[in-house]
């Protein structure tokens, strides 16, 4: 979700308006594309099926990229150490762009909206750091990065490896 891709982001036949229409959806979506899977070059999402082996050679989650670049990261890291991003086409997210902002009244919105803009930047700063970017590249799509070549660098645990740690001051 979130990434302008036609093969992440499922055009709907309709508006959904209830959950019981999704229910279906959801029924009709998984039989058509049972089965069915697509590389990837990079992760966006909040939700992902890891196989031990990843964590075992990669780590988990940095996070000094506390909420956004988490993703993107996380399967720069992997591919470095020789797995593939496969994405579920049976699967999906229901995804109502918004909706953590359209309930609010329009200062605290718009405060929201700026902070979150904050720590895109401050942790696309971070990403472009950490994987030799040109410090001066703007963020735009990241579907304009050129994700092979940050993938290309030999793996090494030094870099590579994030060590569990405490989480719990993320939670609120």
């Given at each position: 979700?979130?990434?302008?891709?036609?093969?992440?982001?499922?055009?709907?036949?309709?508006?959904?308006?209830?959950?019981?229409?999704?229910?279906?959806?959801?029924?009709?979506?998984?039989?058509?594309?049972?089965?069915?899977?697509?590389t990837?070059?990079?992760?966006?999402g909040?939700?992902?099926?890891?196989?031990?082996?990843?964590?075992?050679?990669?780590?988990?989650?940095?996070?000094?990229?506390?909420g956004?670049?988490?993703d993107?990261?996380?399967?720069?890291?992997?591919?470095?150490?020789?797995?593939?991003?496969?994405?579920?086409?049976?699967?999906?997210?229901?995804?109502k762009?918004?909706?953590?902002?359209?309930?609010?009244?329009?200062?605290?919105?718009?405060?929201?909206?700026?902070?979150?803009?904050?720590?895109?930047?401050?942790?696309?700063?971070?990403?472009?750091?950490?994987?030799?970017?040109?410090?001066?590249?703007p963020y735009?799509?990241?579907?304009?990065?050129?994700?092979?070549?940050?993938?290309?660098?030999?793996?090494?645990?030094?870099?590579?490896?994030?060590?569990?740690?405490?989480?719990?001051?993320?939670?609120?």
């Amino acid at each position: 979700m979130d990434n302008e891709r036609e093969t992440h982001n499922i055009k709907l036949p309709s508006p959904i308006v209830s959950y019981e229409q999704l229910a279906v959806f959801a029924e009709e979506h998984a039989s058509r594309f049972h089965g069915q899977f697509l590389t990837d070059d990079y992760l966006t999402g909040d939700a992902f099926l890891v196989a031990r082996s990843v964590l075992d050679k990669i780590g988990t989650l940095d996070p000094m990229f506390f909420g956004y670049f988490t993703d993107h990261d996380f399967g720069v890291r992997a591919r470095i150490a020789g797995f593939k991003l496969v994405l579920a086409r049976a699967a999906f997210v229901f995804h109502k762009r918004d909706a953590n902002f359209t309930y609010l009244p329009e200062q605290l919105r718009n405060q929201k909206a700026v902070l979150r803009w904050m720590r895109i930047f401050e942790n696309w700063a971070r990403f472009k750091l950490k994987y030799g970017l040109a410090v001066d590249q703007p963020y735009t799509s990241l579907n304009n990065l050129n994700w092979d070549a940050l993938c290309k660098r030999p793996f090494s645990p030094e870099t590579c490896y994030v060590s569990p740690g405490d989480y719990s001051k993320y939670f609120r």
